[in-house]
């Protein structure tokens, strides 16, 4: 960055850069990287942010797992995946599994397997199921319901 700036302005700046949406440490991080402040500028500024809630990696993770689930249709797969990377904690992403209902995932699994069957023309269905699975393992969805649900297709 060209212009320096306060301790104060930066944790002005962090603190709307938080509120616009959940942070995880990592992506808040990463922007103050962008400061080039000393080690302890950044851990003041990163307590202050916790200190008054505006980063919380618990509620981040609870969100980004609603998220990606309603949204996008990832499976647990793929959101645990997602949340390992953006190292987040064992913890966090066990109470981030609770926000997804068994019942809604079960629906939306069901609902990606008729949309997706009905969208391959392939008249092979060794291939329809082959392409199917695929599908559903890259939207992170556990493979024993992928099997069960794609053994089922009968054309």
Known sequence: MSKGYSIEEIKRKMERYCIYQDRCHQEVENKLYDFNLIPIAKEEILLHLMNHDFLN???????FAR???????????R???????????????????????????EATLNE????????????????????????????????????????????
């Open 57 to 63: 990696e618990e509620r981040f993770a609870k969100s």
């Open 67 to 77: 998220g990606k689930f309603s949204i996008k249709k990832y499976g647990r797969v």
């Open 79 to 105: 959101i645990r995946i997602e949340l390992k990377k953006r190292q987040i904690s064992e913890y966090n992403i066990k109470s981030a599994m609770t926000e997804i209902d068994e019942e809604d995932y």
């Open 112 to 155: 990606l397997v008729e949309k997706k069957n009905r969208l391959i023309t392939d008249k092979n269905m060794f291939k329809r199921k082959q392409k199917l699975t695929n599908y559903l393992l890259r939207k992170g969805y556990e493979s024993n319901l992928i099997y069960e649900k794609v053994n089922l297709i009968v054309d």
